[in-house]
């Protein structure tokens, strides 16, 4: 009996064993990276010892089935550190993820959705939003400048601040030179609307393989750009950033004073003499005035403001943000000594939010809005006349009126210029506003399927008033028929004339996607994506005039119907386009155990830019990856924490060209046929049919970390080729239409290498540094040319200036090249390229380019307590300016000083600058003399900054930092402009390099604050 109760014992506890063991136990929760709180989607889960598991969803959640209550879990993803869980009997678990501060995690916006830095197989690169914010600049390019290799920005200086800086990736793409935009969906071709802070995250997509899922409109690169939004169970957090900047013009060309004019007048009038004549010689003592043009124009400083107020939040559904922003910039200019001009000083008001709310546990709405409100003061652009005028003219005369030439000095009417009335008898104003409005839905059929369907809807208004009074100042003379005291002034304008302009663009996109996220036996992971996308572009723009509108002494009468007169288009303006796209887009994404990568995109585009034998274009793109540093054979690896190889291939189309398939004839007009009157109309534009520009690259790359993840070292090289480059194309005069036409033009490649190292360490808690340098360059180069003739460009006194040839670069200046200034005349001597003795078109030659063949940029920071110090330096090398400034002389304008110091005036005194002549044909030809080094280096920026302690601040206040900041302090350059940044955008990328319009560039220097509540 004993021996049976034993047995039975033993019998009923190996049952209760294999009973326990048996019973399967479901348990469900969530990951969240311990740092916000944020979901980590993707996460894997591994039952420890067993091949068991399952993945997070892309809210962080999941669910398994295990056969004990005890089990031990691993919890890894990719840029986190990997933790051991074990059950002890909970169901329910709530996961938080320690990063491993490798930046691998980084949700990566792509176009159409996102994914893990770690997946990307293009050249993607993110911008820490620290970047953005802690630049005080009102638009987000400009803090980009020297931080990013492949990327080359080009601030404007230009009147009215109202314009973004020029942006080029990867060389240039394209001939329309448009980088695409895309915000939270919306594509647009600026970002002047958007406040800095309002920025969550930046991604600079710069090969094919990542631009072809946007199709057309992409070739030049895309800036995809998310907006903030708020966090899960977050309570309402405020921020505020503002600053106070004053801004310098630096650089202004030093031009001849009075005595130096005169002094060259007279030479120029001794050279111009014909043999036999006597020239004119002047006398200081003649003239009045010693002005420089310059000083009078221009202030010495003016005031920059901007601030910025966050707010954000969110419940156990819903998240939302609100950003409120405000600018003002006062403008460079001198104004407001007459009654008209009021400057060009610029206002900005923006508000932004977003929304995003689970309706249910499957279906998701997400809403986002953003306006700007923006008005500025305008003036007609007195530098280039400053840039002119003679400096013996006074600002004013003795009677108080405008100064001019005095009577009877005949020196020329191009120098006869007083850019203080040019100021003042002119009054614009423009008022502008942009609305972007979206919203979309997201439905999660199964899980991992999900379908999405979005419209948003960009609106543009622009109102502008130019108002020009009549005038009457200058030299008097008196009419002899009239009574004494009638007569005419030089300067005279006898009706007052309004201007209106009015501009407006409407944009809608309407897409609809289903993507597919599932893995197969946790090794596996696919993405898919496809989708049918809309799009819709309108434009139109008005301008009418009116006379003898009078002036109130201020805006409320600047109405046409107070017009004298009929109401007129000055330029027959009333203009307008429709553009519509059409596109198909599918992409696969596919990872094998993090390791091996697949990226494949497919686009199908339709535009009626084209014609309907032209309309469709397809741009494929193929991404391979292979993270070497998850493979076996560098698990021991000490000092390697991560290494990824990558290459890519893909097209992208450039469907932004202008509708040139249509004919178009002109008004019906009278011919007589003997005695019969007849109407006809007339042709006067060459129609020719025009494809899709496509750029087609190559770009393979390295990836690779350091150090526990400190030293981050980049290396890529790129090859792409731009085929079929729209450009304007000229025609024979016989053609009997325009002398230019629109067609595809050229083939062009940009190739070349990048490097991007970075390297953060923080020594102790209260002690960091870190350091970042870029080096790229690009090789650019025309590789044919339609009709397989050079085609020239631009141009000045009826000589070319631009050439477009086999073997040259985009935008090359084409001319005589100066080999020295002959000692009897003063005149050039060029360079005599087929030995005939004479200068005409065969011996011109390739002078330069505006190419930068190199960029760079470096700097760092350090954090010392609650200090914190950063230093930024930036520059490029190898391209040439053509400086035109100089070169646009009709006859008596000024003088640059240091032509006044090293010009030839008699034999032996110069062999590199001609003479004062302004007669000698070859002094205004182009050539190399106008030929000027475009490299620099600056110092980019510099701040200062420093956190209040937290025990200071209280309760309400979460923190509290202070910085004073300088940009654009000094540059290093031998051009005699004011900046060697050169955007000119006047014939797309083809005079990119001419200098043909001063343009100040500022340095500026903030104080300023951001808060946390």
Not at 756 to 779: C, Q
Request: charged share 20%; proline share 3%.
């Amino acid at each position: 009996m004993k021996n049976l109760f034993y047995y039975s014992l033993l019998m009923l506890t190996t049952v209760c064993v294999f009973s326990s063991w048996g019973q399967n136990t479901s348990i469900s929760g969530i990951i969240r990276a311990k740092s916000d709180k944020q979901p980590v989607p993707g996460a894997a889960i591994k039952v420890k010892g067993k091949n068991l598991g399952t993945t997070a969803d892309a809210n962080g959640k999941f669910s398994l089935t295990v056969t004990k209550n005890d089990e031990t879990l691993f919890i890894s993803s990719v840029g986190y550190e990997t933790q051991e869980v074990n059950l002890n009997g909970k169901t329910s678990l709530e996961i938080l993820l320690e990063s491993q501060n490798n930046n691998l995690d980084e949700v990566v916006v792509i176009g159409f959705g996102s994914a893990k830095k770690i997946d990307i197989t293009g050249s993607v690169v993110t911008i820490n939003p620290d970047v953005l914010t802690k630049q005080p600049n009102a638009n987000a390019i400009a803090s980009l400048q020297g931080r990013v290799a492949g990327v080359s920005i080009s601030n404007i200086g230009e009147i009215g601040p109202r314009k973004a800086p020029l942006i080029n990736i990867r060389g240039v793409s394209s001939t329309s030179n448009e980088i695409l935009y895309d915000v939270d969906g919306v594509l647009v071709d600026n970002i002047n609307f958007l406040s800095p802070n309002d920025i969550e995250s930046m991604s600079i997509l710069k090969d094919p393989s990542s631009l072809s899922i946007y199709g057309m409109r992409a070739a030049n690169g895309v800036i995809a750009i998310k907006t903030k939004s708020g966090k899960k169970a977050d309570k309402v957090r405020v921020d505020y950033s503002g600053f106070v900047g004053v801004q310098q013009v630096q650089n202004v060309p030093k031009l001849t004073n009075a005595a130096q004019y005169i002094t060259l007048i007279n030479e120029m009038n001794k050279y111009n003499a014909n043999p036999g004549e006597v020239p004119r010689v002047y006398n200081l003592s003649e003239f009045s005035g010693d002005t420089d043009w310059f000083k009078e124009v221009m202030k010495p400083s003016s005031v920059n403001t901007i601030h910025n107020v966050n707010v954000a939040g969110g419940s156990d559904k819903s998240t939302y943000a609100v950003g409120l922003s405000y600018n003002f910039q006062e403008g460079n200019v001198k104004a407001g000594q007459g009654i008209y001009s009021t400057g060009n000083d610029m206002e900005r008001y923006t508000l932004n939010f977003k929304l995003n709310t689970d309706l249910t546990e499957k279906l998701r709405l997400n809403v986002f809005g953003n306006y700007s409100g923006n008005q500025s003061n305008n003036v007609e652009n007195p530098f280039g006349s400053a840039y002119a005028a003679a400096p013996v003219i006074p600002v004013y005369d003795k009677n108080g009126g405008y100064g001019t030439f005095p009577l009877g000095s005949n020196i020329g009417a191009s120098a006869d210029k007083n850019p203080r009335a040019d100021l003042d008898l002119f009054r614009g104003r423009s008022k502008w506003n942009t609305m972007l409005l979206g919203g979309s839905l997201e439905y999660e059929v199964i899980k991992g399927l999900t379908l999405k369907t979005e419209y948003n809807i960009n609106n543009y208004n622009e109102e502008t008033y130019e108002y020009r009074p009549a005038y009457n100042y200058g030299i008097f003379t008196q009419n002899p028929a009239e009574p004494i005291g009638v007569g005419t002034f030089s300067k005279r304008k006898a009706t007052s004339d309004l201007r209106l302009i009015n501009n407006t663009n409407r944009d809608w996109f309407f897409n609809n996607t289903v993507t597919y996220r599932f893995n197969i036996a946790n090794l596996h992971n696919f993405t898919v994506l496809a989708g049918v996308t809309q799009n819709e572009l309108t434009n139109r723009r008005t301008t009418l005039q009116g006379i003898n509108v009078p002036f109130n002494g201020d805006d409320s009468g600047m109405y046409l119907d107070l017009a004298s007169g009929n109401i007129t288009a000055p330029d027959g303006e009333n203009s307008g386009v429709r553009t519509r796209y059409s596109s198909y887009i599918g992409r696969l994404m596919y990872n094998y155990d993090d390791k091996y990568l697949l990226n494949a995109t497919l686009r199908r585009d339709g535009s009626s830019s084209f014609s309907a034998d032209n309309r469709i274009g397809y741009f494929p793109a193929v991404g391979l990856g292979w993270v070497l540093s998850r493979e076996s054979f560098l698990s021991n690896a000490q000092s390697l924490n991560f290494l990824k190889l990558k290459a890519s291939w893909g097209k992208a189309g450039n469907g932004n060209v202008p509708r040139a398939f249509d004919l178009t004839a002109s008004a019906p007009n009278p011919y007589f046929f003997g005695n019969n009157k007849q109407f006809g109309s007339s042709i006067s534009t060459t129609v020719t049919p025009i494809s899709w520009e496509t750029v087609e690259g190559r770009d393979i790359g390295i990836e690779t970390k350091w150090f526990k993840n400190k030293l981050s070292v980049d290396v890529g090289y790129y090859h792409k080729t731009t085929r079929d480059a729209v450009a304007n194309i000229r025609l024979l005069q016989i053609a009997g239409t325009g002398n230019t036409y629109t067609t595809n033009a050229a083939d062009f490649v940009n190739q070349g290498l990048e490097v991007d190292i970075k390297w953060e360490n923080r020594i102790k808690e209260n002690l960091g540094y870190g350091f970042y340098g870029n080096f790229s360059t690009n090789a650019n180069i025309v590789t044919k040319v339609k009709g397989n003739s050079d085609q020239y460009l631009g141009g000045i006194y009826n000589h070319n200036l631009v050439v477009m040839r086999e073997g040259s670069q985009i935008g090359s200046y084409w001319g005589y090249q100066v080999t020295g200034v002959n000692q009897k005349t003063g005149a050039f001597i060029f360079e005599d390229l087929n030995n005939d003795g004479q200068y005409d078109e065969r011996d011109k030659k390739e002078l330069g380019s505006p190419i930068p063949t190199f960029t760079f940029g470096f700097g760092g920071h350090l954090d010392i307590g609650n200090f914190d110090l950063s230093i930024d330096f930036q520059g490029v090398g190898g391209n040439q300016i053509y400086n035109k400034n100089r070169q646009v002389r009709y006859d008596a304008e000024n003088f640059t000083l240091d032509f006044y110091n090293s010009r030839w005036n008699g034999e032996g005194t110069s062999t590199t600058s001609p003479s004062a002549s302004s007669s000698q044909s070859n002094q205004l030809a182009a050539s190399s003399y106008f030929v000027e080094d475009g490299s620099y280096f600056r110092i980019r920026g510099l701040q200062l900054g420093y956190t209040i302690p937290k025990a200071v601040l209280g309760k309400r206040l979460n923190r509290v930092r202070v910085f004073a900041n300088g940009q654009n302090l000094v540059t290093f350059s031998k051009y005699k402009g004011f900046s060697p940044e050169i955007v000119n955008t006047s014939n797309g990328v083809w005079e990119r390099g001419i200098d043909a319009g001063i343009t100040p560039i500022y340095a500026t220097y903030n104080f300023g604050v951001n808060m946390s509540f």
